[in-house]
């Protein structure tokens, strides 16, 4: 399936689902495929004790993250603790952030996510990640990787949905694990692509 063919599909469901139920036609707020190279309207942040992979990370590179059959532009991640803490708030790492503004309504959010892990000596890794979707620093949708094989590829389309009020709201992908990435430390990557917001607006 095609970049296009992909969001044409997910405009198409929405706007069925949405016909069915008598609302408005869904408008997506915000899109991101990173085919211009650049993040497309999201920022980078990191948490306190987090890493998103040291110097030249998050970077842009092809990877299968929708499926085995295509190669597509995508965000790369390395992310993790800095410091070892084992107690004191061990997942740390990294994401984006963006702001909207919008009328109230049913809000989507979705992005195509993969996996990998490879490692000279590490049968596997422990942790490959914990992804989060948050509006205004609430948490609306988690999905933990877990453990990841040496030599794996786990792929997962992570979504959440949440009824938002009109006005400006802040929006988070978080990544996170609870042990350290530092640089030449074979540590699992993350890869993000075709990020998607979008609103049901009220009739």
Known sequence: MTRLQWFMAVWL????VLGSTG??????LKKAGFDNGDLAGWETFETPNGTM???GFPKILPFKTMGPGRLSP?????????????????????GLVTDIATKGGPLN??????????????KRNLAGGLFEWLVD?????????GPIENGGVIRHQFQAHHHIAEGTHTIRL???RPFTSLV?????????????IQISPNP
Do not use: C, M, W
């Not at 469901?13 to 069925?16: F, V």
């Open 137 to 145: 620093d609430q948490v609306l949708a988690s999905h933990d990787v």
């Open 174 to 176: 978080r990544i996170t």
């Open 53 to 55: 992979g040291g110097t």
């Open 74 to 94: 995508s965000l790369q991640f390395k992310v993790g603790q800095v410091r070892y803490q084992a107690e004191k708030d061990p997942q740390q790492g990294g």
């Open 13 to 16: 469901l929405g706007s069925t």
């Open 109 to 122: 959010l979705s992005a195509h996510l993969a996996i990998t892990y490879v490692s000279p000596k590490d």
């Open 23 to 28: 609302l408005s036609e869904a408008v997506v």
């Open 184 to 196: 030449g430390q074979p540590s699992p990557l993350q890869f993000v692509d075709n990020l998607l």
